[in-house]
C-alpha cells in the first residue's frame, strides 16, 4: 500500500486548506486516517474514515471545523480544514489501518501504512 499526500501550504489564521491522500496498492480498506506532528511533539490522532460506511471521528481539537471525506472510486481521502489556527501548524499524515475495529481507530499503532506527510503552516 503506498499513500501520497499532497495540499499543504502556508495560510493565515482563519483561512482554509484541503488535504487529499491517494492510495494504491490495495483496493479494500477498512480505516483511513489523518494525523499530525508538530515540532517537539509526538504525533496526534486528526480524523478517520470507515472505508465502507460514513462513520467518522474527530478529535476535540478540530470537531467542527475539519471534515473528513472519501472517495471510493478514486481511492482518496480528503481534509478540508476551516477556521485554521496557529495551533494547528504541522506536519499531516494520512495513515491506512489494514485491520477491522469495532471503533473508529484512533491510536497511531492501528495503522499500518502511512503517507509522506505534508506540511500546513498557519500564520497568526
Known amino acids: 500500500v503506498q499513500l501520497q499526500a499532497s495540499g499543504g501550504g502556508l495560510v493565515q489564521a482563519g483561512g482554509s486548506l484541503r488535504l487529499s491522500c491517494a492510495a494504491s496498492?490495495?483496493?479494500?480498506?477498512?480505516?483511513m486516517g489523518w494525523f499530525r506532528q508538530a515540532p517537539g511533539k509526538e504525533r496526534e490522532f486528526v480524523a478517520v474514515?470507515?472505508?465502507?460506511?460514513?462513520?467518522?471521528r474527530y478529535a476535540a481539537s478540530v470537531r467542527g471545523r475539519f471534515t473528513i471525506s472519501k472517495d471510493v472510486d478514486k481511492n482518496t481521502i480528503d481534509l478540508q480544514m476551516n477556521s485554521l489556527k496557529p495551533e494547528d501548524t504541522a506536519v499531516y499524515y494520512c495513515?491506512?489501518?489494514?485491520?477491522?475495529?469495532?471503533?473508529?481507530?484512533?491510536?497511531?499503532?492501528?495503522?499500518?501504512?502511512w503517507g509522506q506527510g505534508t506540511l500546513v503552516t498557519v500564520s497568526s
Open positions: 496498492g490495495r483496493t479494500f480498506r477498512y480505516h
Open positions: 474514515i470507515k472505508w465502507s460506511a460514513s462513520n467518522t
Open positions: 495513515a491506512d489501518a489494514p485491520r477491522p475495529h469495532v471503533h473508529l481507530p484512533t491510536d497511531p499503532s492501528d495503522y499500518e501504512y
